[in-house]
């Protein structure tokens, strides 16, 4: 087993489900962790013709911190063009709590051990 399978574990399931990892950046203080979204238009759009035309600006997050380092989720994002009306579509993931630049988990955890 490599070390992105071992990843597979500690990661949230829908980022495991809809990105791949792409690589990693270790360094004494910090974990950056590199991710793209799959080549899989969203079901949604299935009885359109979609495209894949490249990525959304990258979008970093903060997540659990991992043996004492931080860790850092590096998100791109598909953008695919419907080939029928030219109009752009993208997924609507809610990748980040609203307020801050942290997962929804990773959130949701610290405003718990804060009661």
Do not use: C
Not at 19 to 28: K, T, V
Not at 73 to 102: S, Y
């Amino acid at each position: 087993m490599d070390s992105f399978e071992l990843l597979k574990f500690v990661l949230p399931d829908f980022l495991i489900d809809n990105f791949e990892i792409i690589s990693a950046l270790n360094s004494e203080e910090n974990l950056h962790l590199y991710f793209e979204e799959k080549a899989k238009p969203p079901k949604e759009f299935d009885a359109s013709e979609l495209v894949s035309k490249g990525f959304l600006d990258e979008i970093t997050i903060q997540d659990f911190p991992l043996r004492g380092k931080f860790v850092y989720l590096h998100i791109k994002r598909r953008r695919w063009t419907n080939k029928t009306t030219g109009e752009i579509i993208k997924r609507d993931w809610l990748l980040v709590a609203k307020g801050t630049r942290m997962t929804q988990e990773f959130a949701a955890f610290l405003k718990e051990i804060n009661r």
